[in-house]
Structures are given as structure tokens and as C-alpha cells.
């Protein structure tokens, strides 16, 4: 009995310290028959279906060209093979970087598009990912604005240089303070403009745009069918030399407001003809729309819109380009610019026609590009460019335009 006794306190201590013990977590056991195929493959299969949900063994396997460190995406990360590149949405954020050669074992993940762009969904770190190893060199591809398309989504890419547009200068890259992203333009010496877009969740948001011109490393990302391209890095702006002679004007209504960047409509004639946006007729993006038809009847209209005062005086081969479109019989619309207007009345200041030097649509909305009108003649400190709609009592068409840019 007492050594039944004595053994009591010597059990129960080890059955304490046992209790103690941190067991390893077991493996993830993979199956050992994967087929491996490329990104290009997979983009390929939402290409023949709406949404993919997998349950087969398949994987794909590149390198992390973007991650989450800097703020600018989150829960996501982008990756890159010989093939193509891929937007991957994780299940929880963190853990894969920038280099890291990762192989993603697609059972349980979907592959959609959101906004255009083909995501691999629901992707887990600790279940769907192995990381083979880090700190891979995966260099951008070298290429210029007008030769970016669709065709490059989510590929790593480094415009040489560029510069943001004159009017962004001293502009925030996005809202810090209320977390709102922001899009800003980013042109070449050509006149070439494509949008880069920053997170107000991004580390640099509250930093001010660049002010010279040089090189960018970004992601190529698509936005319903347009270019939206994504910093990577903040380090990787590099854009520090002087500036060149750029875009002087840009408008594109994409902000689907008519007045936004100091715009202004007048009103000479008409009770409810106005300048507006639209997005008929399935446009991805809004445009500038006016009519002098209610739905019973025209009425006499004469209605302006004029753009804010820009500065040529720099410039040595201005130009004037915007798409324009039209139904309906009616007067023609037409585009002028002074160098005396300041504000008000259009009336106030003097207009020279360059209707004559346009390419005008064929009608039924059919857009069509007006080709660069020469503006040489207008080099001046102050230039107002305008667009003047005319409706009578008993016809008028419909006027669309877009994409007003002078560069030069």
C-alpha cells in the first residue's frame, strides 16, 4: 500500500508535464500526380467559361511580381511565367513577396473576371500555396504607352521616359486621410497618356506626383477594357529629370462630370438643352452627350462648353484632338478657340472657327477621331477652346464627344 501510494504523485506529474508538450502540426500531404500547366493555359480556360471552379489536380507554377508591402493592393498578389501573368486573390494577406518562385495547386480555387480582369479567386497561403524559393530576378518588360493593350493584363511592365501631366503637379497620389484611391495621367513626348491608379490604403498616398520625367515600373492592369496601370513600388518611381513639353489639356469625362477640371457651360438659348454624360449605347466609359430634343418636340437652343484657360506659350507644335459623334439631322456642332476670353459669356471674348479643320462622324453615333487640328497660330499664355451646339425649333441632332486632348 504505501508504495501504491508513493507512485500516485509520480503519475499524476507525468501525466502534467505530458499535458505540456507543443506537438508539431502535421503536413499537408499533396497528391503526387499534379499536372503543372501555364498561366497562359489557365487564362485560357475562363476565356471558354464565365466562372472555373476547380477540383482537379492542377497547378501553375512563376514568380511574385508584385505584392502587398507597399500598400497599393491588398489580399492580392500578382505572378508571372514565360507564359503570361495572372491577378491571384489570397484568402488572408501577407507571407509572399516580390521574387518568391511559388506553385499554386488550384483545387478549391475559381478563376473569373472582375471588371475585365481574369482573377484566380480564393487562393490559400497555408493550403493551396509552396513556395520553392525567393529572391528570383524577374525583370519588367521595357515597352511604351501606345503599345499597351489588354494583351499585356497583369504583366510586369517599365515605361521609360514619362512624366504626369502638368496639371496633376503638386497633386497627393491618392486620399490618405479618407482612404480613396485616386487616378492620375502619366503621358510621353508623343502625346501618348495612359491612367495609373493608387490604393488610399498605399504606404506612399499622401506623397505629392512626381514632377519630372523618367522611368516607372508598374503592373498593367485593366480596368473594364482600359489600361489602369498600378505602382509597385514606390521606390521604383523614378522620375527625376527634366520635364519635356506635354499635354496642355485633357479631358475624358471618365469622372462622369461635365465641369470637373474648371469646365464651364453657358447657356445663350434654350430651356432644358444642356451639356451632359452619358453611357449609352454600352460605352465602358461615360462621354459628353447634348440634345435639343425633350422627347416632344426641339426647341431653339445655343449652348457652350468651354474648357479652362491653358498655356502654349511654350509649345512649339500645338495640336487639338477629340472624338466626336452625331444622329439626327441638325446643325453641324463646332469647335473654336480664342486667346481674349476670359470668363462669362462666350460673347466676351473673340472665337476663331476650326470646324473646317475636323474630321466629323458620318452619323448614326458612330464615333470618329477628328485628327490634329494645327494650332500653331494660337502659342499664346491664354487659350480657351470651346464647343458650340445649335438646335432650331424644328430639328437638331444629338452631339457626342470625348477624349479632348491638346498636346504639344
Known sequence: MKLTKALI????????????????????????????ITIDSLRQMQEAQTSVSFNQNYTISGIVTMDETDGNIYKNIYLQDHSAAINVRLLSGGGLYVGDSIKIILNGCY?????????????????????KSSANAFPPEITTIDQLTTL????????????????????????????????HLLEDANGNTVVVRTSGYASFADEAIASGNGNIVLIAAVYNGEMQLLIRSFSEVNLNNPRFTGISLYKDFNDDEILSGNWTTHTLSGSFTSWETSSAGGAPNPYAAISNYDGTGNEVAEVW????????????????SFENAYNYNGPQLEVK??????????????????????????????FINSGDIDLSAYTNSNVHIAFKYVGTATDGSTWEIDNIIIKG
Request: proline residues 6%.
Open 9 to 36: 504523485p509520480l503519475t499524476l506529474l507525468f501525466v502534467f508535464t505530458s499535458c505540456k508538450k507543443e506537438y508539431e502540426t502535421p503536413p499537408i500531404i499533396y497528391p503526387t500526380e499534379l499536372e503543372n
Open 111 to 131: 478563376l473569373n473576371k472582375f471588371n475585365g480582369v481574369v482573377q484566380l479567386d480564393s487562393v490559400g497561403t497555408d493550403i493551396n500555396v509552396i513556395k
Open 152 to 183: 499585356k493584363e497583369s504583366q510586369l511592365i517599365q515605361l521609360n521616359d514619362v512624366q504626369f501631366v502638368n496639371w496633376e503637379l503638386g497633386e497627393k497620389y491618392a486620399d490618405k486621410i479618407n482612404q480613396l484611391s485616386k487616378d
Open 305 to 320: 462648353l468651354i474648357s479652362p484657360s491653358f498655356d502654349l506659350s511654350a509649345s512649339t507644335a500645338p495640336k487639338l
Open 337 to 366: 478657340v480664342s486667346t481674349d476670353y476670359v470668363s462669362g459669356e462666350p460673347n466676351s471674348g473673340t472665337w476663331t472657327d476650326l470646324s473646317s479643320l475636323a474630321n466629323w462622324s458620318s452619323g448614326n453615333f458612330t
